[in-house]
């Protein structure tokens, strides 16, 4: 009869072990754009993607990849069928959170290598007191906060620190960053920055925020937001200097160089210590957010929220510790 599928086109289509194994394979290779990087990623040869590749389009009864300059290019149905298996990826990735046996004693955490070296491994103690039954694994480094990017590393918990919120992956909690130019205490007598003709070095941080790309280039994008906030802000400046970490133009500051765009949590022990001071009596400004994602949001219970309940606390424990502190320094 027309139209009826027969036994062999229903085989096509049916879910077994060897079609979920050759999608996952497929949505690899899509994501990556390379059948070279997919087996890269995967840990297998090219050839054995490219085979996989073939038998699924085989079994589809269509074609998935065209081939332009080299590089994969999803045709309409690889994007379609990309694009349910993104679906698919992130409600089982909410499904398995919610069961008990899913839950783990162990997380992944990854942040910006000065938030974990100023903030975040100085209180791990706290955090373990809190949650005996927790282990972290503290990894610093630059990671933009896409659930690809974290299924691919193996993060549990990403921190990071933008301007908008994310999307594709669930944000457990976020906080208000505040942020000041601070320096050395003999830094700032030399300069007195309160007056319109004292000059100054700035030092940045190039790639402050995840969300705004780094390419490699000197950027004057913090400095530039705080100067907005506060158009008050009086002085000449005669020199900048650029890093790509805060933790590093903050040191460069311990050592008389310049004035850096301090962030109330991550300069909170520079300060206690007398070490780092504010270099203006104008207000903290607004800065980026930290905020705090994952992939498996887990229940009220599970270790990834716990742990992101401690952070956002903890932050706002360690921003009013560094106000007071500055406000009495200026008393």
């Known amino acids: 009869m027309a139209g009826k599928m027969g036994e062999e086109d229903v085989q096509g289509y049916r879910v077994d072990a060897q079609l979920l194994s050759d999608l996952w394979i497929f949505r690899m290779a899509a994501r990556v754009g390379s059948i070279t990087g997919a087996a890269s990623r995967l840990g297998v040869t090219q050839g054995a993607v490219s085979q996989r590749v073939i038998r699924l389009e085989g079994r589809l009864g269509t074609t998935l990849f065209s081939r332009k300059k080299g590089r994969l290019v999803l045709t309409s149905a690889g994007e379609n069928l990309l694009g349910t298996m993104n679906e698919v990826a992130t409600k089982l990735n909410g499904a398995l959170s919610r069961f008990d046996r899913v839950r783990r004693s162990s997380l ?20 373990y007191q809190e949650n005996p039954d927790i282990e972290l694994f503290i990894r610093g480094e630059f990671n933009q906060a896409t659930a690809e990017r974290m299924e691919d590393k193996g993060i549990d918990v990403l921190i990071c620190y933008q301007n908008a919120p994310t999307e594709d992956v669930y944000e457990l909690g976020s ?63 005669v020199g900048d200097r650029h890093f790509n970490l805060s933790h590093l133009a903050y040191h460069a500051a311990l ?36 905020r705090i994602v994952a992939n498996r949001p887990g229940d009220a219970r599970s270790a990834v929220r716990k742990f992101a309940n401690w952070v956002v606390q903890a932050m706002k424990d360690t921003q009013k510790e560094t106000l007071s502190k500055m406000a009495s320094a200026a008393e």
């Open 175 to 237: 906080f208000q960053e505040m942020i000041v130019p601070v320096c050395s205490r003999s830094y700032k007598n030399a300069m007195n920055a309160e007056t319109e003709d004292t000059q100054f070095i700035r030092l940045h941080d190039d790639a402050p925020w995840d969300d705004v790309p780094w390419q490699g280039r000197p950027t004057e994008v913090e400095w530039e937001s705080w100067q907005s906030a506060r158009p008050q802000w009086r002085g000449q400046i």
């Open 108 to 127: 992944v955490v990854s942040c910006l290598p000065s938030l974990a070296m100023e903030w975040l491994v100085p209180r791990l103690q706290g955090f």
């Open 255 to 290: 050592s008389d160089q310049g004035v850096a765009i301090g962030r109330t949590v991550l300069v909170n022990r520079l300060i206690n210590r007398g070490e780092l001071i504010a270099a203006t009596s104008l207000k903290p400004a607004p800065g980026g957010k930290y």
